[in-house]
């Protein structure tokens, strides 16, 4: 399995790039899984499902499954932030990518999502795991750089991008069990 993150400030374009690189990836012939680091008070679950009725009962977990897809809500009894390797543990195997959004401060190779628009600064200078940038403006980066820089604009480039350094991005799960 190949893991690559996608870092960047809110309103950078992450989940629409993420978005049009699940198709891109699978015109490939690739298997996508995807991460996202939500906000603490996110719900799948509404009031009145039988599954937010078994969670409001007190389950620990509840796993709801067809014949076309599974889901699985686990409440935690005190907060506390999982580790994104925490996460990908949780996925299936047969995966061929794993795209990451959020985990910014992770130590998973990132693409940055960068819009000169925006006014935010870049992470790159600071950041070694950050292996490219993918931004709509290359010119205007502000710290020059030797990483590569990739078309925001341009999903079905950097899937191609992805699969020619795939062997950069394999994922060896040994590493943070």
Known sequence: MNVVGFAGYSGAGKTTLVEQLIPALRLLGQRVSVVKHAHHKFDIDHAGKDTYRHREAGAFEVV???SKRLALIREFERE???????????LWDGVDWVLVEG??????????????????PVRYPDDDFIVAIATDDPSALPV??????????????????????????????????
Not at 103 to 120: N, P, Q, T, Y
Not at 144 to 158: E, F, I, K, M, S
């Open 144 to 177: 020059p750089t030797a990483r590569p820089v990739l078309d925001l604009n341009d999903a079905d480039a950097l899937a191609r991008w992805l699969m020619d350094n795939r062997r950069r991005f394999e994922y060896d799960s040994a590493l943070y069990r």
């Open 64 to 66: 709801a499954a067809s």
């Open 80 to 90: 506390g932030e999982l580790k994104v390797h925490q996460l990908i543990a949780e």
């Open 103 to 120: 985990f910014k401060d992770s130590d998973l190779l990132k693409i940055e999502v960068w819009r000169a628009a925006s006014g935010k």
